[in-house]
């Protein structure tokens, strides 16, 4: 069975053997390498290498597969949307989902506490059924999330439209020109303000991260801490704090704090007591947007979760500091709440 696409404006520039890997996910890696060693892969009717990269319209022809091709359904883009943010409701194809903001290159969303953003049931499910109708076809580009947020963490996470919105977030990500911003409650009485330095390693058949010395083999994490306000009770204390994230390891949060003497309240994994309810860490701001050149504003804010503010009402009864929790509600920048603090 023959194959022929055209290049689209997401997968013009892409090496054509990673396109075709996307395209045609049916056809094993041999098969790929043996189709463009026999000079059985053409575009514009010429055969060209794996490393060829393809222009916005070039016609892609595969005369011969060696497995059958799933029939591609036209899909049409979708008008930008500029409503405030809305919730989308719960499918057999995934959950709900709460959007802060979309355009033509990413969306960001305001993720639940336990929802996965993989797998069966997950965020990327639900946001690849809500995006579909929205995107133009495109051979090798799938939508997806551009960072991590466990499964626990609520917040905000942003989600790639285009191929371009793709690469200049990841870019800048990796660059370090974002500022990934969260509030966490964590176990104790942090008063003072802190840097924590540590090297990482993953232990992927624990599914942890824990820390080592410099001379082995880790990646290193910092994480800056700024103690908000703690609660009164000696025989179980806890403090609010604002932690921004100057590198994005895995777990980099919860296995920092817990080695520093404040393990996130109720993170039983990284060695807090257990409690009843489930350990706050919330994505709260996502800072330096503006710098990226797609339309975005500088910052974008993930109000806390009602159920959230509510349990942290219980444990900070102060008028001032019921009122700073309930600024959290709100897309409220991030320097005006940390001014508040100062003041």
């Not at 994230?245 to 807090?272: F, N």
């Amino acid at each position: 069975m023959a194959f022929t696409a055209q290049i689209t404006e997401n997968d013009q520039n892409r090496r054509l053997d990673r396109i075709v890997r996307k395209a045609l996910p049916q056809l094993p890696l041999s098969a790929i390498h043996k189709m463009f060693r026999k000079g059985q892969v053409y575009i514009d009717g010429k055969p060209v290498p794996a490393s060829f990269k393809p222009q916005l319209g070039s016609i892609l022809e595969i005369p011969e597969l060696v497995a059958e091709t799933p029939q591609k359904i036209p899909i049409t883009r979708g008008k930008v949307s500029k409503a405030p943010p809305v919730r989308l409701q719960s499918t057999d194809k995934g959950p709900s989902f709460q959007i802060l903001f979309e355009n033509e290159a990413l969306l960001f969303i305001n993720k639940e506490a336990g929802i996965p953003v993989h797998g069966k049931d997950s965020l990327a499910l639900a946001v690849q059924t809500y995006l579909g109708p929205k995107l133009s076809p495109s051979l090798s580009f799938r939508p997806g999330p551009l960072h991590r947020l466990d499964q626990g963490t609520s917040g905000i996470i942003t989600f790639s439209k285009n191929l371009m919105g793709a690469q200049c977030f990841s870019i800048a990500l990796r660059e370090h020109r974002l500022e990934k911003w969260y509030v966490a409650l964590l176990q104790g009485c942090m008063t003072e303000p802190a840097q924590w330095t540590d090297t990482l390693i993953r232990d992927q058949n624990r599914r942890m991260s824990n820390l080592v010395s410099e001379t082995d083999a880790g990646k290193q994490a910092i994480t800056r801490v700024y103690p908000l306000f703690h609660t009164a009770h000696t025989h179980n204390p806890a403090t609010l704090v604002f932690i921004k994230l100057e590198t994005g390891r895995t777990h980099q949060i919860r296995v920092q704090a817990a080695h520093h003497g404040y393990p996130l309240l109720g993170d039983i994994k990284y060695g807090a007591k257990k409690q009843a309810r489930p350990w706050v860490l919330h994505a709260y701001t996502l800072a330096g947007l503006g710098r990226l050149d797609l339309g975005l504003p500088d910052s974008i804010q993930a109000p806390l979760p009602d159920v959230q503010v509510i349990y942290l009402k219980t444990l900070f009864t102060e008028i001032k500091q019921r009122l700073f929790i309930q600024r959290l509600q709100e897309t409220t920048p991030i320097t005006d709440l940390l001014g508040a603090i100062i003041k």
